[in-house]
């Protein structure tokens, strides 16, 4: 099995702008744990295109992604001395981690903030879902990407922050249940369990649209 | 049993049908460009850093400040529960010696008056 650490170095390296990992993470880190801020802002320049990347996989809007951003890389700065390096455990993977712990602490948030309204679907979104369903290709792909953002932001709300969590990590990051317990800390059992009930969630939700 | 296989049928589909619906979803590649590449973001993440650092020095020095007035009050409480202990224990072995009559000595003057009772 392909390790996680090495497919978030592919991500990494498949970005168009990734500059040459020269000096390395270790190096960096080392810096910034003495207090060098230029080592700090090379690590941020090297990977706030993935921090961006996993952020956008769970949240839309801009400013929610720019705010995991930016409290990633802070948990991640005061976290620095706890750091253990090495190929095993690179500072993608660490990092990766980091974003995705901050991504689950504001689903959790959303869901306390929006748990007493859900959102009906509209029409638009209705025809959206009937085509999809008779499996038409779409007209335009970036209004489609919205009608169906929206629709998606409204069929995950009624998911528990963990079933989405997990659903989005399998549905859209395409991870294996091994790389999704390795990147929450859960148990390989914990995830399983997550991904079938949050089918199961979504399932109903779609059903109860149809 | 022909069902329990139409339901599978259907769960499938829901399944792709989620699945697509996520992916379609997804934010593009151009939009996550823009939004990384958003301007001042180290600029923004050093201010966020320093209030954060400001905030944790706060929590360390009320910390400290609790930890300087442990460190005076619990020798002092000690030294008084000592005090008051001992008093105690000084009070409790005095009290016999002070004049104070005991139990047997009660006793005996009580069984004296009657004895002198009895001989008049």
Redesign the interface.
């Known amino acids: 099995m392909e390790h996680f650490a090495d497919k978030y170095d592919l991500v990494l390296s498949a970005l168009p702008s990734a500059p040459a990992l020269h000096p390395a993470d270790d190096e960096l880190i080392t810096a910034s744990c003495g207090g060098d801020q230029a080592a700090f802002a090379q690590l941020f320049e090297r990977y706030r295109r993935l921090v961006t990347r996993q952020a956008c996989r769970f949240f839309h809007r801009r400013e929610q992604v720019e705010e995991i951003i930016q409290e990633s890389f802070t948990d991640a700065y005061f976290a620095l001395g706890s750091y253990q390096g090495g190929r095993e455990r690179s500072f993608a993977a660490w990092l990766s981690r980091i974003t995705v712990r901050i991504c689950y602490d504001e689903l959790k948030r959303e869901r306390r903030r929006t748990a007493h309204f859900v959102n009906q679907v509209s029409e638009e979104e209705e025809a959206y879902l009937s085509a999809r369903i008779r499996d038409e290709s779409p007209a335009s792909r970036i209004e489609n990407a919205v009608v169906a953002r929206d629709l998606v932001g409204k069929l995950l709300a009624r998911l528990n922050p963990a079933d989405r969590l997990v659903l989005t990590l399998l549905n859209v990051e395409d991870l294996s249940v091994a790389e999704i317990a390795d990147l929450t800390g859960w148990s390989a059992s914990k995830v399983k369990m997550r991904a079938h009930r949050a089918r199961a969630a979504l399932r109903r939700a779609l059903n109860k649209l149809l | 049993m022909w069902l329990r296989k139409k339901q599978r049928v259907k ?1 499938k589909e ?2 792709r ?12 590649e151009a ?6 590449s ?1 301007p001042f ?2 600029t ?3 201010a ?2 320093a209030a ?1 650092q400001e905030r ?1 020095a706060i929590v360390g020095e009320t910390w400290i400040g609790m930890l300087i007035v442990a460190r005076r009050a619990i020798p002092a409480m000690l030294v008084f529960a000592v005090a008051m202990i001992g008093l105690f224990l000084v009070t409790v072995h005095r009290a016999p010696q002070a004049g104070s009559l005991s139990h047997d000595e009660v006793l005996a003057s009580i069984l004296n008056w009657d004895e002198q009772g009895v001989t008049r």
């Open positions: 769960d829901f399944d049908l989620g699945r697509a619906l996520m992916r379609e979803a997804k934010v593009s939009e996550m460009e823009t939004i990384a958003s973001p180290y923004r993440l050093r966020r850093i954060e944790r």
